[in-house]
């Protein structure tokens, strides 16, 4: 069972998010205090065995998320995060993605949304970290995290063309992928660029992380002043697929390989 630590100091969302989880299958530990949450999580991490993801609010007494998620990158944590927001704007967003968060949500938010965002983040798997159903929100994944398919540093390449920058990769999008797909864009937000292509055309099978850090940027970037362009070329059928599921596709303009 998935593990999940929740952090918010309002009662009443820890009571509706965690029975909801819960109902979900996921095992949920949630505190109102973020210096608590940091206590358990490396606690746990120390212990040998960690949380698998981390939900926090961002607006906080004693220590705000941005702090919370800040003290475990310092302490070399991967734990994958989704921020609540209060709302996040642009420069919101990017500094929660220079510190490594996988997500976020804004509130009000629905707990159908949440749950899609925890379910691409942890998807269901058998034992053997094949792939999931692909009819679930995160599908489409590939292997778990520090698997053998992880690639080497120069994984990922970026062109320019026309205004437009290219980011390809040299194989499957793995969850060691992650960390470099997001500061590469990040690093292209910081300077101004606003046309970007991925190109999958090399890519078989995406992590979870590599899913949420393509969400989380297309999210953000959806909402912004007209100008950004995002779009994702030679994508196999069955990624198609995938990104249909998670809602990609209403985020990027997606070609098929050998399409338009």
Same mark, same amino acid.
């Given at each position: 069972?998935?593990?999940?630590?929740?952090?918010?100091?309002?009662?009443?969302?820890?009571?509706?998010?965690?029975?909801? *989880?819960?109902?979900?299958?996921?095992?949920?530990?949630?505190?109102?205090?973020?210096?608590?949450?940091? $206590?358990?999580?490396?606690?746990?991490? %120390?212990?040998?065995?960690?949380?698998?993801?981390?939900?926090?609010?961002?607006?906080?007494?004693?220590?705000?998320?941005?702090?919370?998620?800040?003290?475990?990158?310092?302490? +070399? $944590?991967?734990?994958?995060?989704?921020? #609540?927001?209060?709302?996040?704007?642009?420069?919101?967003?990017?500094?929660? /993605?220079?510190?490594?968060?996988? @997500?976020?949500?804004?509130?009000?938010?629905?707990?159908?949304?949440?749950?899609?965002?925890?379910? !691409?983040?942890?998807?269901?798997?058998? +034992?053997?970290? $094949?792939?999931?159903?692909?009819?679930?929100?995160?599908?489409?994944?590939?292997? $778990?995290?520090?698997?053998?398919?992880?690639?080497?540093?120069? !994984?990922?390449?970026? +062109?320019?063309?026309? =205004?437009?920058?290219?980011?390809?990769?040299?194989?499957? /999008?793995?969850? =060691?992928?992650?960390?470099?797909?997001?500061?590469?864009?990040?690093?292209?937000? @910081?300077? @101004?660029?606003?046309?970007?292509? *991925?190109?999958?055309?090399?890519?078989?099978?995406?992590?979870? *992380?590599?899913?949420?850090?393509?969400?989380?940027?297309?999210?953000?970037?959806?909402?912004? %002043?007209? =100008?950004?362009?995002?779009?994702?070329?030679?994508?196999?059928?069955? #990624?198609?697929?995938?990104?249909?599921?998670?809602?990609?596709?209403?985020?990027?303009?997606?070609?098929?390989?050998?399409?338009?």
């Amino acid at each position: 069972m998935k593990r999940i630590m929740l952090v918010d100091d309002e009662p009443q969302i820890l009571k509706i998010v965690t029975v909801t *989880l819960e109902k979900n299958g996921y095992e949920v530990t949630s505190t109102p205090k973020s210096t608590e949450a940091l $206590s358990s999580l490396m606690e746990a991490k %120390s212990s040998g065995h960690p949380f698998d993801l981390l939900i926090t609010d961002l607006q906080m007494p004693e220590m705000t998320g941005f702090e919370l998620i800040e003290a475990l990158t310092k302490h +070399s $944590s991967t734990l994958p995060t989704i921020a #609540i927001t209060g709302y996040g704007s642009k420069e919101a967003v990017i500094q929660l /993605m220079h510190l490594g968060c996988a @997500d976020y949500i804004d509130k009000p938010f629905e707990m159908k949304s949440l749950l899609g965002r925890v379910k !691409a983040l942890l998807p269901n798997d058998d +034992s053997n970290g $094949s792939k999931v159903d692909a009819d679930e929100p995160g599908a489409g994944v590939a292997s $778990s995290p520090g698997g053998d398919n992880e690639q080497e540093d120069d !994984a990922i390449g970026i +062109s320019d063309e026309n =205004g437009w920058k290219t980011i390809s990769f040299a194989g499957d /999008m793995t969850y =060691g992928m992650a960390t470099k797909l997001r500061l590469c864009l990040v690093d292209m937000l @910081d300077n @101004d660029v606003k046309q970007f292509i *991925l190109d999958l055309g090399k890519v078989k099978k995406i992590d979870p *992380l590599c899913l949420s850090v393509l969400l989380c940027f297309g999210r953000m970037l959806s909402r912004e %002043s007209p =100008g950004y362009n995002l779009k994702i070329s030679n994508a196999n059928e069955e #990624i198609v697929h995938f990104f249909h599921n998670a809602g990609i596709d209403e985020l990027y303009r997606i070609a098929v390989a050998g399409g338009k």
